[in-house]
């Protein structure tokens, strides 16, 4: 409903103002302007390592576990790049098995919860 009608968020994590902009430019801000979902069969912290070191990928963000053996992550790119490509090459070239890559939109809950996750990570 937020997204609907408000022009304008402010994200406050205890009291401190985290984030301040329209919807679309929170969720952009969060992986440049293309991120996709990514399901990998194997450990978390390989597939974080491959996606992360692969060349076009901004940014990676855990999700959670949805399914047994398997972990998924928010993976972004910049303008003009296909981020499932890179994503599929990094995977592939680390020998773990890509079980779903589909873009994605971020609802202005899941940018949220991303906002509040690396603030924390900051503060830790």
């Not at 968020?9 to 929170?26: H, K, M, S």
Request: hydrophobic share 45%.
């Amino acid at each position: 409903e937020i997204q609907a009608v408000c022009s304008r968020v402010l994200v406050l994590n205890e009291g401190r103002l985290i984030a301040d902009n329209t919807p679309q430019e929170l969720a952009s801000l969060i992986h440049g302007t293309q991120s996709v979902s990514v399901r990998v069969l194997g450990g978390r912290a390989e597939a974080e390592s491959a996606l992360r070191a692969a060349p076009g990928i901004a940014g990676v963000d855990f999700m959670g576990q949805r399914e047994a053996g398997s972990h998924d992550f928010l993976v972004g790119g910049g303008a003009g790049r296909d981020v499932r490509a890179d994503a599929f090459r990094a995977l592939a070239t680390a020998g773990l098995a890509a079980l779903r890559i589909t873009g994605e939109e971020l609802s202005l809950e899941e940018t949220f919860h991303i906002l509040l996750r690396r603030d924390r990570e900051r503060g830790a």
